[in-house]
């Protein structure tokens, strides 16, 4: 096996994945499940302003996960989880609270908010479920 086989830029390894959600995608997702468990409705202005977007870029996002069969959402209206996008959300919001926890743990604070969305979205299921035992074992050694 040569080095060209092995390596790739960030990029390229984005290119060789299939996922069919994008990292901003995820972002709105996550954010849409956060809105609904808290308030119980999501619309648009809601996303736009927990994420410091335009709501016209909001409403785009929104249409884009609507196509992909993640959202219901009418114009002007409430933004509802299919049940592919509840599956889908839930585990990324799993995912952001076990990196989170991890990175608070690891660096001995409170909110490492910043770093984890700017690495949750490069983390596999395994490694997720790696950092959660490691968390775990970490928290019971601290004891």
Same mark, same amino acid.
Request: glycine content about 4%; proline content about 1%.
């Given at each position: 096996m040569s080095l060209s086989d092995e390596f790739y830029t960030l990029k390229g390894y984005q290119m060789n994945e299939a996922a069919e959600l994008t990292s901003a995608m995820e972002d709105y997702l996550e954010m849409i499940n956060r809105i609904l468990e808290q308030k119980g409705i999501a619309r648009v202005n809601d996303l736009s302003k927990m994420l410091n977007v335009k709501p016209s870029s909001a409403t785009k996002m929104v249409q884009q996960?609507?196509?992909?069969g993640y959202v219901n959402s009418e114009k002007y209206g409430q933004i509802t989880l299919t049940e592919q996008g509840k599956t889908a959300?839930?585990? =990324?919001?799993?995912?952001?609270? @076990?990196? %989170?926890?991890?990175?608070?743990?690891?660096?001995?604070?409170?909110?490492? =908010?910043?770093?984890?969305?700017? @690495?949750? %979205?490069f983390l596999d299921r395994r490694t997720v479920e790696?950092?959660?035992? =490691?968390?775990?074992?970490l928290q019971n050694k601290s004891r």
């Amino acid at each position: 096996m040569s080095l060209s086989d092995e390596f790739y830029t960030l990029k390229g390894y984005q290119m060789n994945e299939a996922a069919e959600l994008t990292s901003a995608m995820e972002d709105y997702l996550e954010m849409i499940n956060r809105i609904l468990e808290q308030k119980g409705i999501a619309r648009v202005n809601d996303l736009s302003k927990m994420l410091n977007v335009k709501p016209s870029s909001a409403t785009k996002m929104v249409q884009q996960l609507k196509e992909f069969g993640y959202v219901n959402s009418e114009k002007y209206g409430q933004i509802t989880l299919t049940e592919q996008g509840k599956t889908a959300g839930a585990y =990324l919001l799993y995912r952001h609270e @076990i990196i %989170h926890r991890f990175l608070c743990l690891l660096n001995h604070s409170k909110n490492e =908010l910043e770093q984890v969305e700017k @690495i949750e %979205h490069f983390l596999d299921r395994r490694t997720v479920e790696n950092l959660k035992r =490691l968390t775990l074992k970490l928290q019971n050694k601290s004891r």
